[in-house]
């Protein structure tokens, strides 16, 4: 049966699929609360923290998707930049900094407004743009941030599809 498959007959949390995909994908996850999961995926480039939180205020499925970076103070213009360009690439999620936390921060926010469920392939699916999407741009952000590159320059690299899957 395929993974996607037993989810059809049942209403289910949101917070249980992603725990189901965590143990399908064999990611090592921690299920903070009953509306809350964390877990890590292992990357090309480095492994991610990746939190899913259910808000039944405003019926939104949130991921966060971090790596840890401290960008020299003089870098952070070129960092900020960069990071506009990069949402301007992205169709899916925005990427921001968090200074006080020194993160790397991808987020995005699944609507599941009027009582609608959420699937296993879509969350699924979130999980996996999120690893895409900062899989494709860490090249980018250590050439601008460490690499003396400028943002454009340092996009280049990102202009391909990274390869490998979440």
């Known amino acids: 049966m395929a993974l996607t498959e037993q989810y059809l007959e049942e209403d289910i949390h949101p917070i249980d699929i992603v725990e189901n995909l965590a143990a399908f994908h064999d990611w090592d996850f921690d ?96 999980i996996n743009a999120a690893v895409t999407n900062a899989e494709r741009y860490y090249p980018a952000v250590q050439l601008a941030v460490w690499g003396d590159q400028t943002p454009r320059q340092a996009l280049q690299v990102a202009i391909a599809e990274a390869y490998g899957h979440a």
Request: aromatic residues 12%; negative net charge; glycine residues 6%.
């Open 31 to 126: 299920r903070i609360s009953d509306e809350q999961i964390a877990m890590a995926v292992e990357g090309q480039w480095r492994t991610y923290s990746i939190t899913l939180a259910w808000s039944a205020y405003d019926e939104t499925l949130r991921l966060v998707c971090t790596f840890e970076m401290d960008p020299p103070a003089e870098k952070l213009p070129v960092l900020y930049h960069l990071l506009n360009d990069m949402n301007d690439q992205c169709w899916t999620g925005a990427f921001t900094y968090w200074p006080e936390q020194k993160l790397m921060v991808y987020r995005y926010g699944l609507v599941l407004a009027g009582g609608q469920d959420a699937s296993a392939q879509q969350i699924d699916t979130m």
